[in-house]
């Protein structure tokens, strides 16, 4: 047993204004650490996540060798009954992996006192915070990062305990490395060890803190629209600038080619001319006298 069974932990708002502290309920944070009850959880959480899908052929199941390779006696070579034996080559594997389950059972009681162990060890170390309530209206990545930078866990990894499920808050810390998002009520002693400070929402433990008035956290707004654009931003914007110039090469290239096609025509008409003038130049050949005397008719065999 710890020296002290009560617990106080640091109390903040949503944007990170600190507040008076908050004892934490003694039902759950009564200082006991069980290690022995912890380890079993968190390996049985780690063998859970295992598929088992790893698997090798036997020489049963491998292609081939149902001919024996050579004669038993006569060759000098020891005796062989296949190639796919396991001391060949491309051979089966002995005593090789195959399909399983890892999985580990942990009564429920056991489960219990280890998540509570878990809670314990971190309220030690006065690593637990309590947040009023997370109330986003939409996610915002850049809310969830300053109220973590302004506790001091910039650079630690942090567990956020919602009070049910919350997808704008789980939106906001999808995005960030170190952060882990879920509700309080699903939160198990593997993921208390893995991270060095606790968010827990105060709702989820039973505290209702009264809201204060603070002013509200300044951020840059979603897209910054330049003035110069008045109706058209963003990606419409980005593909109009884009398809102007390529507009413009393919007018100019439909322009060339039609002079080029437009010169070709003009040749080729030219040519024609000059063909026929040459043509009606020429003087004409005189035809061809035909001859007075008739071929005399055959005369026929009597």
């Known amino acids: 047993m710890a020296e002290t069974t009560t617990f106080e932990a640091a109390a903040y708002t949503a944007q990170g204004t600190a507040r008076e502290r908050v004892r934490l309920p ?14 079993q959880a968190v390996k049985a959480f780690l063998a859970n996540q295992r598929q088992g899908n790893a ?47 890892y999985d580990e059972y942990v009564p429920r009681q056991v489960r219990a006192l280890a998540r509570k162990s878990a809670f314990n060890a971190r309220a030690r170390e ?22 973590v930078s302004r506790i001091g866990a910039g650079e630690q990894k942090v567990l956020v305990l919602t009070d ?34 606790v968010l827990i929402e105060g709702a989820a433990i039973g505290h209702t803190l009264a809201p204060i008035t603070e002013e509200p956290m300044k951020l840059p707004p979603r897209r910054a629209t330049p003035a110069s654009v008045p109706a058209v ?9 884009a398809a102007k110039p390529a507009a413009k090469k393919a007018a100019a290239k439909t322009s060339a080619a039609a002079k080029k096609s437009a010169k070709k025509a003009a040749k080729k008409a030219a040519k024609k001319a000059t063909k026929a003038e040459a043509k009606s130049a020429a003087p004409k050949k005189p035809a061809a006298k035909k001859s007075a005397k008739k071929a005399a008719p055959k005369k026929k065999d009597r």
Do not use: C
């Open 164 to 197: 049910g499920v919350k997808p704008n808050v789980f939106l906001s810390g999808r995005n960030l490395p170190n952060v882990h998002v879920m509700p309080y009520s699903d939160v198990s002693t593997y993921h208390l060890l893995w991270s060095d400070v």
């Open 126 to 147: 006065n690593a637990i915070y309590v947040i009023d309530q997370f109330n986003y209206d939409a996610p915002r990545t850049k809310a969830l990062l300053g109220l």
């Open 55 to 101: 698997a090798t052929k036997t020489r049963g199941f491998v292609t081939g060798g149902n001919q024996k390779p050579w004669k038993q006696k006569g060759t000098g070579r020891a005796r062989q009954g296949s190639t796919r034996a396991p001391h060949w080559v491309g051979g089966g594997t002995v005593f090789g992996p195959k399909p399983r389950a």
């Open 233 to 241: 931003s963003g990606r419409k914007a980005a593909a109009k600038k």
């Open 26 to 39: 003694e039902a759950l944070f009564d200082g006991v650490v069980n290690m022995p009850v912890m380890h």
